[in-house]
């Protein structure tokens, strides 16, 4: 039998879950062949250059822009996330995290470390701000947790903000 | 949490750390190791279904991935064809102008499904002649 399709990209909505389970394999991999720090400083380096503008939105608009970051984010995966903003904090409480949900689901291994893709990228996206982050709560099986960022000390924010 | 929509230049990285820390040959090493670990929906559908389980796997990608491209099958031949005109990674990586891609990004196509295809008896071609504008063409034949 032949057959042949074409497509146009304006045909469907970009959005490819499974690239979850191949992020979740190269952490593995990365983890397994050269260790721990490797996979810090992988995703330290790709947040710091790739998200860029978003620190830079840190930077001009404050904690607000990281609010409006992840919740489209985790809109558009499908995740379920309650968000509290102040002037000084942000706290962000994760039901179920679709990339792990959706690991889960289609089997694929979920990475030692998954849970870095959160905290060290939350961190390096705070380094060179008035703000740090943390990783306050989070259960591997569900990737369910809470990720807060908050206002460092007039002298801790001085100091990073020379630092970087 | 990284976005799916953000794995491509996650990916770009992480092809760039491997080649700081190991070479182009750990690049290589973690692609073969991918396509072992990854691809077992790709290898399940062709040693299932023969060529059109290439069909079934790229029907599937290729639109959640939104490319712009021609998918052929020539099933008594057993030819399949992806006449790629516009890759959605390829095409991300050349428009994040605030990044450097692994400058032989699009070589992974290549290996990951070689590495599937080939030993259940098929031969993959990859022409990237065309891959800085995000073109390319893949050719899968039964022996």
């Known amino acids: 039998m032949k057959e042949r399709i074409e497509r146009r990209a304006a045909d469907n909505a970009y959005f490819h879950p499974d690239f979850h389970g191949a992020l979740s394999c190269g952490i593995e991999y990365l983890d397994a062949q050269y260790g721990t720090e490797a996979v810090r400083g992988y995703l330290r380096t790709f947040a710091r250059t790739y998200y860029a503008p978003l620190r830079e939105a840190l930077r001009a608009r404050g904690l607000a822009a990281l609010k409006d970051h992840f919740e489209a984010l985790y809109r558009a995966e499908g995740g379920e996330a309650a968000f509290a903003l102040t002037a000084d904090e942000l706290v962000i409480r994760v039901e179920a995290c679709p990339a792990v949900r959706h690991m889960r689901a289609r089997g694929y291994p979920v990475a030692r470390l998954f849970h870095e893709t959160t905290r060290t990228v939350n961190e390096a996206l705070c380094e060179g701000t008035p703000y740090a982050a943390e990783l306050a709560a989070y259960d591997p099986e569900t990737g369910r947790g809470v990720q807060r960022f908050y206002r460092r000390a007039p002298a801790a924010a001085a100091e990073e903000e020379g630092a970087s | ?143």
């Open chain 2, 1 to 143: 949490m990284i976005g799916c929509t953000d794995f491509i230049p996650a990916y770009s990285e992480l092809f760039k750390t491997l080649d700081r820390l190991g070479g182009a040959a750990a690049v290589e090493a973690f692609w073969r190791y991918l396509s072992n670990t990854y691809l077992g929906n790709l290898r399940d559908l062709v040693t299932a279904h023969g060529i059109r389980g290439c069909w079934l796997y790229w029907s599937r990608t290729l639109n959640e991935e939104a490319a712009d491209f021609t998918m052929e099958i020539d099933e008594k031949a057993g030819v399949f064809a992806i006449d790629m005109r516009a890759c959605p990674s390829k095409g991300r990586l050349l428009r994040e102008r605030h990044i450097d891609p692994y400058p032989d990004y699009c070589r992974h196509c290549d290996v990951l499904y070689r590495e599937v295809l080939e030993p259940l008896g098929y031969t993959c071609e990859t022409d990237l002649s065309q891959c800085d504008r995000a073109r390319c063409r893949l050719t899968v034949r039964r022996r």
